[in-house]
């Protein structure tokens, strides 16, 4: 189990970056689709959960060029190395093992009880680094795939994910002003993609609901019966609020769209001052929000 320090240290990079006016979860990435996510340089393996948020910051407050990240033997068995002064960043990871009980079954054998233990590394930049043999992926991450169309992407998710006849909720261009998920109808509600000066605010505006909708009875039951986020201001609220914008950039991300979100100094200071206040928040949500983009993205055939 974390201690409230360790829970400190993996998300103070996230309210240093709200203290400079960076939102983490606003298009940190300077990366085309298939590598906006932080991931291994060595192993391609992506990070999940607040681990994204955490390295996404780091990387703006940065200024990195990719979202590859290595551990400092990584890098030397890459044949490279990291240069002196540079900073790690920390991230986590949750292990499995079996745990010795010292009882035996009835076919004599010792019962092992699994447990999940919670781990910390440090990872470094691949720009932190020189003379890094890397992967091809890597090397051919700056090519555009020309035929590759985000928001077509962007349509089949949404496409997959809603519908009753996909057990999805309802999805509804309405026309009307305002964007919201019913939890008792379950129904989205958005304003027709003409409405929005830019087509990305549209999409964005979607995976926003997308992920509020994940929250219902017959999915994640996050949402409390049918009654939604709680009433606007409360603790419940804010905590689905934070859930669904971190969704919506893990969604963004995936399609490779920009993740169009308010950083006036009001928004900034709201998030700032709850994650200030509880170092769990960005944990708790960034698990939930991981676990709602990959239930939207099975229904598209993704993760």
Not at 10 to 28: C, D, H, M, N, S
Not at 97 to 113: A, N, P, Q, S, V
Not at 167 to 173: D, K, N, Q
Not at 207 to 222: A, I, Q
Request: hydrophobic share 35%; charged share 25%.
């Amino acid at each position: 189990m974390a201690t409230q320090k360790q829970y400190e240290a993996i998300t103070k990079v996230i309210i240093e970056a709200l203290k400079r006016g960076v939102v983490p979860w606003q298009k940190p990435w300077n990366a085309p689709k298939g590598n906006a996510l932080p991931h291994n340089a060595a192993t391609g393996h992506r990070y999940k959960g607040l681990n994204v948020f955490n390295l996404w910051a780091v990387g703006a407050l940065g200024g990195y060029s990719t979202q590859a990240w290595v551990t400092y033997k990584q890098a030397t068995q890459l044949g490279g190395y990291v240069r002196k002064g540079e900073s790690a960043t920390l991230v986590q990871f949750w292990k499995f093992e079996k745990k010795r009980t010292g009882e035996i079954d009835e076919d004599g054998e010792e019962i092992l009880k699994p447990r999940f233990l919670l781990k910390f590394f440090n990872v470094f930049n691949v720009d932190q680094c020189e003379g890094l043999k890397l992967p091809k992926r890597e090397l051919v991450s700056a090519e555009v795939d020309e035929d590759y169309d985000a928001v077509e992407a962007a349509e089949h998710i949404i496409e997959s994910y809603t519908g009753r006849e996909h057990s999805g909720p309802a999805f509804t261009t309405n026309g009307g002003d305002r964007a919201f998920y019913s939890p008792d109808k379950d129904s989205i509600h958005v304003p027709k993609a003409s409405q929005y000066e830019v087509t990305d605010e549209y999409y964005s505006t979607v995976f926003h609901e997308l992920v509020h909708s994940t929250g219902h009875k017959s999915r994640l039951k996050r949402l409390d019966n049918d009654a939604g986020p709680s009433h606007f201001g409360s603790e419940k609220y804010s905590k689905e609020e934070l859930v669904a914008e971190f969704g919506n950039a893990f969604l963004s991300a995936e399609v490779g769209i920009d993740n169009t979100v308010d950083n006036s100094a009001s928004y900034i200071g709201h998030w700032l001052k709850a994650i200030q206040g509880d170092y769990t928040l960005a944990l708790f949500a960034a698990g939930k929000a991981q676990k709602a983009a990959d239930h939207v993205l099975s229904k598209a055939g993704g993760e």
